[in-house]
């Protein structure tokens, strides 16, 4: 499933990365490092890292299952290694390390522009002031510009597994960090995140609205084969009416979702790797296949590769074009979705396009 190497084609590539989890790309020697600096001990449920190469071992662990769906019990799922991770952010240097490290790494896979996702609530609810981590993840935005040449602006996002009214209130603390008259312009839209089981996005309405009134762009998750799935992403189209849906490979069952994204022209933002590690290989991609020939508007995006056999967004690209046998042109078609399907400054925009137009699809 993962021998595979990046190609010069897609490693020279422009990228734009619209489905990332910030928090999903803290590795584990900076896990390490804050664990160490904070006190912090590193742990799942009774089982300690006292090692580094402890720790790097607990990262061999497949999280592909889901306890609530019959899954194991037995091994940390995603969200549990997930949280885990975010045991060491304690501070505001924290974040923006976190952040800034993130960030070096797409000026070394050629990713232009990114729109990360962040949440408030995984880290105020361990003690963590929110300005703490607004102001680390504020900090790296500007010098990542400054530093790396990498643009973002950022996605604030609602844990949708924890009560809609502490969400309702993370909102406000955040807001003054917002894209907003007067606020500080980190985080340009939000959405949600975490378990989406049983918490359909509809839950949610009166928090987007919120945002929405205040110019904010909306979008949503509705994973891959969850439970009630295509009633989420129904609610996605046609009741909250986000701009983008975050996975929802789901739509190719049933026809009126397909044709609701194509009539009021939301994208996907798509993490193939992440499906990949629950679906075999002759049944997912032709499903990418088959999106692509509907004409529906989607993008290659890495999602949380840390936990993701360190799979970041140019594997999930080469990925995409070695099993979908998808052309070098249509690969730049998919990267050229992403600018559009992207919430970035027109100039930003523009100077990505232009680098794409200068390439030559046939070098390599």
């Known amino acids: 499933m993962d021998s595979f190497t990046i190609s010069p084609f897609i490693a020279d590539l422009p990228k734009v990365e619209l489905h990332i989890h910030i928090e999903g790309t803290l590795q584990p020697a900076l896990r ?9 001990p590193l742990r799942w449920r009774d089982q300690e890292y006292n090692t580094f190469e402890e720790l790097v071992e607990s990262y061999h662990v497949t999280y592909n299952h889901r306890p609530e769906q019959g899954g194991r019990k037995d091994v940390p799922t995603f969200l549990e290694a997930y949280f885990a991770g975010c045991e060491v952010l304690l501070e505001e240097d924290d974040f923006y390390e976190l952040a800034m490290e993130y960030l070096e790494r797409c000026q070394d896979m050629n990713v232009r522009y990114v729109e990360p996702f962040f949440d408030i609530q995984a880290h105020t609810r361990r003690g963590v002031k929110a300005e703490d981590v607004l102001n680390g993840y504020a900090r790296a935005q500007k010098d990542g510009v400054r530093k790396f040449g990498v643009h973002s602006n950022w996605i604030f996002c609602f844990l949708r597994d924890e009560p809609v009214e502490d969400g309702e209130k993370a909102y406000e603390t955040a807001r003054p960090w917002a894209r907003i008259k007067g606020g500080k312009g980190l985080f340009h839209a939000v959405g949600l995140a975490s378990n989406a089981y049983e918490r359909p ?3 949610f309405k009166r928090a987007f609205e919120r945002a929405r009134k205040d110019g904010l ?15 989420h992403i129904r609610q996605a189209i046609f009741d909250l009416g986000v701009e983008r849906i975050d996975h929802g490979l789901d739509v190719l069952d049933r026809d009126e979702l397909i044709e609701g994204l194509l009539e009021k022209d939301i994208g996907l933002t798509l993490c193939p790797h992440a499906y990949h590690r629950r679906t ?7 499903k990418l296949r088959e999106l692509l020939d509907e004409g529906v508007k989607f993008c290659i995006n890495s999602d949380d590769p840390v936990y993701m056999h360190n799979v970041w967004i140019d594997g999930n690209m080469e990925k995409m074009m070695q099993y979908c046998k998808l052309t070098r042109e249509e690969m730049v078609g998919l990267v050229r979705n992403s600018i559009d399907m992207s919430w970035a400054e027109d100039r930003v925009k523009k100077f990505i396009h232009a680098e794409l137009d200068s390439i030559d699809v046939g070098i390599y």
């Open 280 to 286: 075999a290989t002759e049944v997912l991609f032709p």
């Open 32 to 40: 390490w490092k804050l664990a160490q600096r904070n006190q912090v």
């Open 201 to 203: 996005p509809s839950l």
């Open 217 to 231: 762009h909306t979008t949503t998750h509705c994973d891959f084969g969850q439970k009630d799935t295509h009633e």
